[in-house]
């Protein structure tokens, strides 16, 4: 169907859409016949029913006119179902040829024009242009340059700061040796903790 030429596609299009409704139209048709078919049993049911309920054995009779009921319905009920089906199969017959329909249309569509290519610069604008492209490589180079040198420095300042922390703390430390030398040569010792109070008992 692609290669067919863009009338005939429409055409065919036009029978498949009438035979489609022509479907439809025998669906609903049958819909009501099977509706109609439906009340003609009930109302035959609701004859025999009043009829059975003046003879002797009622629950006989009527138990009779509910079977028959229930076959009849049943009868309908599998046609229903057949019509649901071949409902369902139409539709999705018609989902599938709208989208080869479009399908069929994208194809036949002539590609989109390619956009120029961008005409080649001359040489005399290459030439002038060359040292700007220079400068800007340079300058990366600087830049990074520069970056190294600022992270140098940054690390030399971390460096000497836990330098003199650790030279702090062993200052400190060395202080704390000296004052606890000098409390033992001079016997101090540190008091002792007081004595815990008794507890009062009743």
């Known amino acids: 169907m692609r290669g067919w030429p863009v009338h005939l596609r429409k055409l065919i299009g036009g029978l498949l859409l009438a035979s489609t409704?022509?479907?439809?139209?025998?669906?609903?048709?049958?819909?009501?016949?099977?509706?109609?078919?439906?009340?003609?049993?009930e109302a035959r049911y609701a004859t025999e029913?009043?009829?059975?309920?003046?003879?002797?054995?009622?629950?006989?009779?009527?138990?009779?006119?509910?079977?028959?009921?229930r076959e009849a319905l049943d009868l309908l009920r599998q046609q229903e179902l057949a019509l649901d089906e071949a409902e369902r199969r139409r539709r999705a017959e018609e989902r599938l040829r709208?989208?080869?329909?479009?399908?069929?249309?994208?194809?036949?569509?002539?590609?989109?024009?390619?956009?120029?290519?961008?005409?080649?610069?001359?040489?005399?604008?290459?030439?002038?242009s060359a040292p700007e492209a220079t400068a800007a490589s340079e300058a990366p180079a600087a830049n990074s340059r520069t970056r190294d040198a600022s992270a140098a420095e940054a690390a030399a300042i971390r460096a000497a700061a836990s330098e003199r922390r650790r030279a702090e703390a062993a200052a400190l430390q060395a202080r704390i040796r000296e004052r606890e030398a000098a409390r033992a040569s001079a016997g101090q010792r540190s008091a002792p903790l007081p004595p815990r109070p008794?507890?009062?008992?009743?």
């Open 49 to 69: 029913e009043s009829a059975c309920r003046q003879r002797f054995f009622v629950t006989s009779c009527i138990d009779d006119a509910k079977l028959r009921r």
């Open 21 to 41: 409704a022509a479907a439809a139209q025998d669906g609903a048709g049958e819909r009501t016949r099977i509706d109609a078919e439906r009340r003609q049993v």
């Open 198 to 202: 008794e507890e009062v008992r009743p």
């Open 98 to 128: 709208a989208v080869e329909a479009r399908r069929a249309e994208v194809a036949a569509r002539p590609p989109a024009a390619s956009q120029p290519e961008p005409a080649a610069r001359s040489a005399p604008q290459a030439a002038a």
